[in-house]
């Protein structure tokens, strides 16, 4: 696999912050922290790293972790961890850096197993360990998974144009081993199995053995639609009867579809040669001089919990009111240099207030994305074209609010393809074109957010509606007659 710098740097910086997280879990067990929480951190970070690890083809780094991996197997269920372990884990996270770095590593991955681990090491089970997994734990469990299901929508989302490019396929192939180990680490059997089948669909596709096709990316989609509502009934812990049935049936048509994959065309040995020939060539011509972007400063983030958030900002709003007084009060005081200090605390603590404002800030993007699958799915099911373009993705609004406006957006963009959009045969009779379209935009006016909904349907249908309102008793007779459009 031909990799990037950009790329490269990206895996060991991730690499390194889940060396760091393993480090800091295990820094606490050494100052005799309980190992019930620890020991889900520690393993997640080993095992994520040694996926990436071989997504990136670094063979030494990936046959380390995986060492370490087996090694802290046996110590899941147990409340401690002998120092003598601790040291050893610190050590073999000392290694990993240095592999990191490009180092020779030398190490010994004999140690004795825990006195107190049962004989064979635990494996995931079908029942959702709700008892044993902390509420914090899950939720960071469930927010990691979103992320991953939003992404791999927006990547099947380009796939399904026909973009079929190689590092695409390595995000979606990434992200679905991703899954899996979060998914069997915590005992999520069902969608630890999506994910792995979805991850082994792929392999032929990733080793460009194998052409990409409609059905192949259409039996993706309704995996990844399966991980949503597994992952809602995870977060409420309400296991689903018909999903236990619905599972296995999806991973095995996702191996069949992928059985079905028409092979790559082999090139001619006319073409091979010619290949060859322009290999050779190669090195004769002049070197593009390329120029190492610097690293996104803004790509780097934290993930902050929205409680501390909603604190800071209580804390900001008393500050605020710290101020206005202040500041009347200076306004009654003759003394220069408290009149000076007010007003620079104006300046500053307005600062910080808009700073702090940004903090809660998200692109409305985040939402509007999502409406591309919902878009995909209700067409699929309601046999029309239907096309949606958005507009304004950049625009911000307060997290509350994106998740206030969220369902309600839905409910519009489906009355627009079920109610609005035509089916294709009554759009083409009535000299429209065969695929419906559907516009979300959002801008700013006059200091308020607008956001605006509109397809090229039929429209509304005034006499079903006013139909409607009379069975409803939600207007009379004579008020119906008098209604404009």
């Known amino acids: 696999m031909s990799l990037t710098e950009q790329e490269i740097s990206d895996f060991k910086t991730e690499a390194l912050e889940l060396l760091d997280v393993a480090e800091k879990s295990l820094l606490s067990l050494d100052q005799g922290g309980t190992l019930c929480q620890g020991y889900d951190i520690i393993f997640r970070s080993f095992h994520n790293l040694k996926g990436g690890a071989g997504m990136m083809e ?181 296991p689903n009867e018909k999903l236990s049935r619905i599972i296995p049936a999806m991973c095995q048509a996702l191996g069949t579809f992928a059985k079905n994959l028409v092979p790559v065309a082999k090139p001619s040995p006319q073409e091979t040669s010619k290949v060859a020939n322009e290999d050779k060539l190669t090195p004769a011509l002049p070197a593009t001089p390329t ?27 008393e500050m605020v009111l710290v101020r206005n007084q202040v500041l009347q009060f200076s306004t009654q005081s003759e003394d220069l240099d408290f009149h000076n200090l007010s007003q620079r605390l104006n300046v500053v603590t307005s600062e910080i207030q808009e700073e702090m404002m940004k903090t809660r800030m998200q692109p409305i993007g985040n939402v509007l994305a999502k409406f591309h699958r919902v878009v995909r799915d209700l067409s699929q099911e309601l046999g029309k074209k239907i096309a949606l373009s958005l507009a304004g993705a950049e625009t911000e609004l307060d997290k509350s609010l994106l998740e206030a406006i969220k369902d309600p957006l839905t409910h519009i963009i489906r009355n627009s393809c079920d109610h609005g959009i035509e089916a294709p ?42 139909r409607k309102a009379l069975e409803k008793s939600l207007i009379t007779e004579s008020q119906a007659s008098q209604l404009s459009d």
């Not at 991996?69 to 120092?83: A, D, Q, V, W």
């Not at 120029?291 to 709003?317: C, F, H, K, Y």
């Open 425 to 466: 045969e009554t759009r083409l009779a009535a000299g429209k074109p065969e695929v419906g379209a559907i516009s979300v935009k959002s801008y700013h006016e006059g200091g308020q957010v607008v956001i605006e909904v509109t397809d090229d349907g039929k429209g509304l249908d005034r006499d079903a509606l006013i």
């Open 58 to 238: 670094m063979e030494q780094l990936q046959s380390h972790t995986h060492e370490l991996e087996s090694t802290l197997l046996p110590f899941k269920g147990l409340s401690s961890m002998p120092k003598g372990h601790v040291s050893y884990f610190l050590r073999g996270i000392d290694a990993a850096r240095n592999i990191l770095e490009g180092r020779s590593v030398e190490f010994c991955y004999n140690v004795a197993p825990p006195a107190e681990a049962q004989a064979t090491p635990p494996t995931p089970s079908s029942t959702p360990p709700s008892a044993v997994v902390s509420d914090e734990a899950l939720s960071e469990f469930v927010d990691e998974c979103e992320e991953i299901i939003e992404r791999l929508s927006k990547d099947l989302r380009e796939l399904e144009t026909g973009d079929v490019k190689k590092n695409l396929i390595d995000q979606i192939y990434r992200d679905a081993h991703s899954l899996k180990g979060g998914a069997y680490l915590f005992a999520y059997k069902g969608l630890g199995d999506l994910a792995h089948a979805m991850e082994s669909a792929l392999e032929p596709v990733r080793a460009e053995t194998h052409q990409i096709s409609h059905e192949f990316i259409d039996g993706l989609f309704k995996c990844v639609k399966l991980m949503e509502i597994e992952l809602r009934s995870i977060q409420n812990k309400s």
């Open 291 to 317: 120029v190492s972007a610097a690293p996104d400063e803004a790509s780097a983030s934290i993930r902050v919990p929205v409680a501390l958030l909603d604190r800071l900002m209580t804390l900001m709003g």
